[in-house]
């Protein structure tokens, strides 16, 4: 929206607790700033303008996590099609060739079970991508390998499932595993027949191909919303974690996109900034902030001691932002501007030097 700057400031905040907990709305994932003494408004023909200049926060949340590690595998044994699930480890991993072998690792272990007894597998020596093996070297990245039963293979038809639905009281299985694994995204609780990777058996030994390549980072931007009425739009699949699954366009509340990097989720801008809102609100008497993924889920949360403890309130959960507040005229139509001016009048006093008389505006 086109106007002249009239007033700006600044409003630097953070979520970091200091002494006691604050509210409920003093976290990373949701956090409120209250302007009840000095609210934020404007006139008429005028609007507030809102803008992102920094953002600054700890990426303390694992690389594979409850949001993209879960998988299914189906088999059929004894004529009986069964299911079993299992998650990869939550902990950050070096390179997609770690993330590789621990899914191999897993899965053996799952079919293990499934076959029954004190079986063993045993990986073949070629093993894509390699333990160790990370984005960028020569290589393709697309998982392949083979297993192969000490014993008499007693299952058949196996399909290795990414599920990526909406099921009450399982939220795991909305799943991004189709992503960091490379493999056919499943979309249906009730589709038993579609294999994310390819498996073929011959005899006691098993043949994985998955169709796409890896990668390691499945939550690639942090999205920054602002419960503020205001223009910008987005498409229906961002943000929110109950919707379709489309590219129709619908209202927002996003500020900012930041990227999320190995240690830090950091973005610095300048007063040209690309994250910004309008609204012509006029008077803004609090700010509420969300930090969540694109698919509109808080980022997972860390406690590794299985106490309880909450990463927000008590532990190293936390971000720093600072906030430009700008009052812009745009007119009372839009079309006419209500500009700030100064008139001028001069007359010539005794020794013939112009002399100002009178204005006005400034």
């Known amino acids: 929206m086109a106007g002249v700057l009239s ?3 600044a409003i ?10 604050g509210s409920s709305l003093s976290t990373f994932s949701r956090f409120k700033i209250s302007f009840a003494g000095t609210p934020l408004t404007c006139k008429n023909g005028q609007v507030n303008k809102i803008s992102l200049l920094q953002f600054n926060a700890h990426r303390n949340w694992y690389t594979v996590n409850k949001h993209n590690s879960r998988v299914h595998v189906r088999y059929v044994k004894g004529g009986v099609d069964s299911i079993a699930a299992f998650d990869l480890e939550h902990k950050d991993y070096g390179s997609i060739g770690d993330v590789a072998a621990e899914f191999i690792l897993r899965l053996k272990a799952t079919l293990i079970l499934a076959q029954g007894g004190t079986p063993t597998f045993t990986t073949g020596a070629t093993v894509v991508p390699a333990a160790g093996y990370v984005t960028g070297q020569t290589g393709k990245r697309s998982m392949s390998f083979d297993i192969t039963l000490n014993t008499t293979l007693l299952l058949s038809n196996i399909r290795v499932q990414f599920p990526q639905y909406r099921t009450a009281g399982h939220p795991e299985e909305f799943s991004d595993s189709y992503v960091l694994l490379g493999g056919k995204r499943v979309t249906s609780v009730t589709d038993t027949t579609t294999a994310s990777i390819e498996a073929s058996i011959v005899g006691n030994k098993i043949t994985f191909q998955a169709p796409f390549p890896m990668v390691l980072q499945t939550q690639p931007f942090m999205y920054l919303s602002l419960n503020v009425a205001n223009d910008n739009l987005q498409t229906a699949n961002l943000g929110n974690a109950n919707a379709s699954i489309d590219e129709h366009i619908t209202s927002s509340c996003f500020l900012g996109k930041i990227p999320v990097q190995n240690e830090y989720c950091a973005i610095q ?9 309008t609204t012509s609100q006029r008077t803004v008497t609090e700010l509420l902030f969300q930090c969540l993924d694109g698919h509109g889920r808080e980022f997972p949360f860390i406690d590794d001691s299985n106490t309880g403890a909450n990463i927000e309130t008590q532990g190293n959960l936390f971000s720093d932002m600072i906030i430009r507040h700008e009052i812009l005229d745009i007119g009372s139509d839009g079309n006419v501007l209500d500009a700030p001016f100064k008139t001028y009048n001069y007359q010539l006093n005794s020794v013939g030097t112009p002399q100002l008389v009178g204005g006005g505006g400034f």
């Not at 630097?12 to 907990?21: E, L, Y």
């Not at 801008?269 to 809102?277: A, G, K, Q, R, V």
């Open 7 to 9: 007033t700006t400031k």
């Open 12 to 21: 630097f905040t953070s979520t970091q607790q200091s002494g006691s907990v």
């Open 269 to 277: 801008l300048d007063e040209s900034t690309p994250f910004f809102m």
